[in-house]
């Protein structure tokens, strides 16, 4: 009977997108970094990313349970306060195609109470707060998505009636239909120019609720795989729900991923495409315990579509101040094979765990922002940046217009004086005893070379596109390109400052302004350089190798990571640079 159970399992597993071996996801430690705290400890609240990056909380409650009418961004290494037209207490966010950001409803009043009308809309150019047509009804917990035609699609309550509301482009928010049941934060996921789901597993009072699919145009939608595998909910963080969304909707690919989670406990990944939905073949199991505790995850995914990557982020219950982050690498399993599975985590932290709002930064890394420890009382203005795969300081650093108009002048005097010095040897060579020429010995001093012998070679003094290092580095330069090239230690998968600066025996800080100063790349684009360029010779010397083998031999964490990095580094895939050689 075992070795038919067995054999069962192993035929069945692999259909439903479980990994049939029972593997289990590698464990792997991150770096985690503490960025200035927000000016106003805050819960509940939303977060986007404005251009360049630059992220934006909006609302939620502070101190007290108190609903706070302000947004903060982050610039110029600390958090600026801006007013806004209303708090937004648990409201939505949605992120327009206009780039603009749309936030609606929330609490009506403090303590979480009550629900609300407003709708604003904010310009991250501008940084300013417009008002938008009011909502179709009263909502708190709410989402919403936004079809191809600019139509705004909303649903979702709190301790309310629910139902379906849109707001055409230039119109008002308008009942659209009713939903099958009510639910608090939603999915609702576009899947055509004018349709979309709209679905959860919560109900408008927190309770389970049978998993129905309602559809903006038609009636609900049969999906027995949700019978089995329930989506994780987003209920006490909020998301813009078009994070989970691994399709271009512009080319007519509506695709999404969910967190599902089975009454026995195991997780998979949701696959949705248009009306369809299945399970994501994994290469290991999602891990439903951490070190010390069961895993709680929060529900959204965060996509990642340049690099095919998505991420989930989670803590432990009860909570240990350890931070996990779940990375998919569902790219592989689009194309064919099963995506690899790692979990992250964190050195526990001051906090018993970080909630509160997500973002994915432009960097790969993951940023989250305040949260309450275990009530809505005393909520945190903490800010952490979790470094997966390591990464330098962040943001960037970015010259300011005083910085760069100080460097023209520096410029400009440093030109003036190279030519005051040519003209000084000018004149002494010019100046100089009149002898008969053919006895002058010429004076080395002020004879003026041959201008052929210093022409500057080009691949000599500009660094090529994947940044090779000036002729002469300083001394500690010397030491990290030494590390790299002759003990190629960018072969290490995960290498971080941190590895580097012990094994110099110096810290992270001279480490990154060494690379930077020296190369102008961060320490993550120096380190894949070197990985592009050993991918390079494998691939030249043994084209038959399979790029996942090249991948792993060069050092990079994931298939899909090494796709990404090739392309930003050459402007080419890895089988487009391969087929100029072949």
């Excluded at 770096?31 to 909380?57: C, F, K, Q, W, Y």
């Excluded at 996509?303 to 982020?313: E, K, M, T, Y």
């Excluded at 903490?382 to 108009?405: I, T």
């Excluded at 494998?538 to 050092?555: C, F, I």
């Amino acid at each position: 009977m075992r070795k038919i159970l067995a054999f069962l399992l192993c035929a069945v597993l692999p259909a439903v997108g479980l990994s049939a071996a029972g593997d289990t996801a590698p464990l792997v430690k991150m770096e985690t970094e503490r960025l200035p705290d927000l000016n106003i400890p805050r819960s509940a609240h939303v977060m986007a990313l404005g251009p360049g990056g630059e992220p934006v909380v909006f609302g939620g409650h502070t101190t007290g349970f108190v609903p706070t009418q302000t947004a903060e961004y982050f610039a110029d290494g600390a958090w600026h306060v801006l007013e806004m037209l209303y708090p937004h207490d648990w409201g939505f966010i949605l992120q327009l195609r206009s780039g603009r950001i749309a936030l609606g409803g929330g609490a009506g009043e403090a303590f979480g109470i009550g629900r609300s009308w407003g709708v604003e809309c904010y310009d991250p150019v501008s940084r300013t707060f417009s008002s938008l047509p009011i909502l179709d009804r009263r909502r708190s917990k709410a989402s919403a998505a936004e079809l191809e035609d600019g139509t705004i699609v909303v649903s979702g309550n709190w301790y309310d009636d629910d139902g379906i509301g849109i707001c055409l482009p230039g119109g008002t928010f308008e009942p659209a239909g009713a939903v099958s049941v009510g639910r608090e934060v939603p999915y609702i996921l576009p899947t055509g120019p004018a349709n979309a789901l709209i679905f959860n597993s919560l109900g408008n009072r927190g309770e389970e609720i049978p998993l129905t699919v309602d559809r903006l145009r038609g009636g609900p939608l049969e999906v027995p795989l949700l019978a089995e595998w329930r989506p994780v909910p987003m209920a006490e963080s909020h998301f813009d729900v078009s994070s989970c969304a691994i399709g271009d909707a512009a080319a007519g690919d509506y695709s999404y991923l969910l967190l599902g989670r089975r009454e026995d406990g195991r997780f998979a990944l949701i696959l949705v495409r248009g009306e369809a939905f299945s399970l994501l073949p994994l290469s290991a199991d999602i891990p439903a315990e951490g070190p010390g505790a069961p895993l709680t995850y929060y529900g959204p995914v965060m996509a990642d579509r340049a690099s095919r990557q998505a991420w989930v982020a989670g803590f432990e219950e009860p909570p240990t101040g350890r931070v996990f982050l779940l990375r998919i690498g569902y790219g592989e399993a689009l194309d064919g094979g099963e995506a690899p599975v790692t979990l992250f985590y964190s050195d526990p932290l001051r906090e018993k765990y970080v909630s509160g709002s997500w973002a994915l930064l432009p960097d790969g890394t993951l940023l989250a922002t305040g949260g309450m420890p275990r009530d809505n009382y005393n909520p945190f203005s903490s800010v952490y940046r979790f470094l997966p795969e390591g990464g330098e300081s962040w943001p960037p650093a970015q010259k300011s217009r005083l910085s760069w108009l100080l460097g023209l002048l520096c410029g400009i005097l440093t030109a003036g004086l190279a030519v005051f010095a040519g003209y000084r040897l000018r004149r002494r060579a010019v100046r100089a005893p009149r002898h008969d020429p053919a006895t002058v010995t010429p004076d080395p001093a002020v004879v003026m070379p041959d201008s052929a012998a210093v022409t500057p070679d080009p691949a000599a003094v500009m660094p090529d596109p994947i940044g090779h290092l000036p002729a002469e580095p300083p001394a500690l330069m010397t030491r990290i390109t030494a590390l790299m090239e002759e003990r190629q230690l960018y072969l290490q998968p995960g290498l971080s400052l941190r590895d580097v600066a012990q094994a110099l025996g110096t810290n992270v800080r001279y480490i990154s302004d060494s690379i930077n100063s020296s190369t102008g790349a961060s320490f993550s684009d120096y380190v894949n350089g070197y990985r592009v360029r050993h991918a390079q010779a494998l691939m030249k010397d043994r084209p038959s190798m399979p790029l996942s083998a090249v991948a792993t031999e060069s050092g990079f964490s994931s298939e899909s990571t090494f796709f990404r990095n090739f392309k930003v580094l050459t402007g080419k895939t890895p089988l487009q640079w391969l087929s100029e050689f072949s």
